[in-house]
């Protein structure tokens, strides 16, 4: 069983710039989220899919968007890149119906962004 | 959406247990009590999560207040692999439907064992 992986783990791009990172879900896992940790900080939720639509969203704004495949892979965009979004992107993918409180999530290792 | 409150910062010898906690005076009825670790250029890994009853695991303990209002991580011998930023969070479990997965994630308690 393979785990949560991201691509790419480093990235720098320039404000203004679109950015899209990926996520391949860990086996038979069905919902994936996406987080956003600043430096110092604790994840913040940034959006979840379940079965290639949008089920749940944190206080971000439209231009960060995504999407997941058929075989649950997924991926975040970012548009209009500003400082602020330099951050660390964790995805992280679980089984079963979203919104059932009791299965545990397993995260990637991330995908370092850089906004210069 | 109900909050956490734990220490800053703890510290453990290695070999001896390690004491964790955390008060969630607002926790609603079903809300579960989620602990992750996060070590350090990784992204969060789960620990262990309970309802009402103390939980075991192979990676540690929780014991859960009658009155659910705080909890305590309990890693029964500190290694140097535990150094982590633990995070306990509390499942948003109202219903269904839209962000009911999410995690919410506070600073958490950095976790240092001496050797």
């Known amino acids: 069983e393979t785990g949560v992986t991201q691509s790419p783990t480093h990235l720098i791009k320039t404000r203004g710039q679109q950015v899209t990172l990926r996520c391949s879900s860990q086996?038979?896992?069905?919902?994936v989220s996406w987080y956003q940790q600043a430096l110092g900080q604790g994840p913040q939720f940034i959006f979840q899919?379940?079965?290639?639509?949008?089920?749940g969203r944190g206080n971000f704004p439209p231009r960060f968007s995504g999407l997941q495949f058929p075989n649950y892979s997924s991926e975040l965009n970012v548009n209009a890149l500003e400082l602020d979004d330099s951050a660390l992107y964790l995805c992280?993918?679980?089984?079963?119906?979203?919104?059932?409180?009791?299965?545990?999530?397993?995260f990637g290792q991330g995908t370092r962004l850089t906004v210069v | 959406d109900a909050k956490t409150t734990q220490p800053n910062s703890m510290e453990s010898n290695e070999e001896e247990p390690v004491h964790l906690p955390c008060n969630h005076s607002?926790?609603?009825?079903?809300?579960?009590i989620h602990w992750y670790r996060q070590l350090p250029s990784q992204g969060p890994e789960y620990v262990i999560h309970?309802?009402?009853s103390n939980v075991n695991n192979r990676m540690a303990s929780l014991a859960i207040a009658e009155d659910r209002k705080s909890s305590t991580l309990i890693l029964h011998r500190a290694t140097l692999r535990d150094a982590a930023v633990y995070y306990c969070?509390?499942?948003?479990?109202?219903?269904?439907?839209?962000?009911?997965?999410?995690?919410?994630f506070g600073k958490g308690t950095k976790l240092s064992v001496i050797p």
């Open positions: 992280a993918s679980s089984s079963g119906q979203p919104n059932t409180r009791n299965t545990e999530a397993f």
């Open positions: 899919y379940y079965r290639e639509e949008e089920n």
């Open positions: 086996s038979g896992h069905n919902t």
């Open positions: 607002t926790i609603s009825g079903t809300d579960y």
């Open positions: 969070i509390l499942r948003k479990g109202e219903g269904s439907g839209a962000g009911s997965y999410q995690l919410t």
């Open positions: 309970g309802l009402t």
